[in-house]
């Protein structure tokens, strides 16, 4: 499987960005998808996923009521609405493939280049 995330960049606090997250070589429709994100000098932690269907969604709570993440099975494409940015949102934000239906945190396993999202003060 391939994963490429794109749509990262530079926006002051406040603002908003929508990453888009490109899949190949798996059946897209089948599987949960999520994104996690890594900051410097932390450890990757989950942000959001989504079961195959799009019927069901989780977030971290950082990103609750800020981040809503959802999927175009037939584009085979996953995307992260991020609003209300802050500058701890800071961070290399990555796509991610689950081996299973639902978005269960310790079923994610393939993982995609990142792209950087950086929130300035």
């Known amino acids: 499987v391939q994963l490429q995330a794109s749509g990262g960049g530079l926006v002051q606090a406040g603002g908003s960005l929508r990453l888009s997250c490109a899949v190949s070589g798996r059946t897209f429709s089948a599987y949960a998808m999520g994104w996690f994100r890594q900051a410097p000098g932390k450890e990757r932690e989950f942000v959001s996923g989504?079961?195959?269907?799009?019927?069901?969604?989780t977030h971290a709570d950082s990103v609750k009521g800020r981040f809503t993440i959802s999927r175009d099975n037939a584009k085979n494409t996953l995307f992260l609405q991020m609003n209300s940015l802050k500058p701890e949102d800071t961070a290399v934000y990555y796509c991610?493939?689950?081996?299973?239906?639902?978005?269960?945190?310790?079923?994610?396993?393939?993982w995609g280049q990142g792209t950087q999202v950086t929130v300035s003060s």
């Open positions: 989504i079961s195959a269907s799009g019927s069901v969604t």
């Open positions: 991610a493939v689950s081996r299973g239906f639902y978005p269960r945190i310790a079923d994610f396993g393939s």
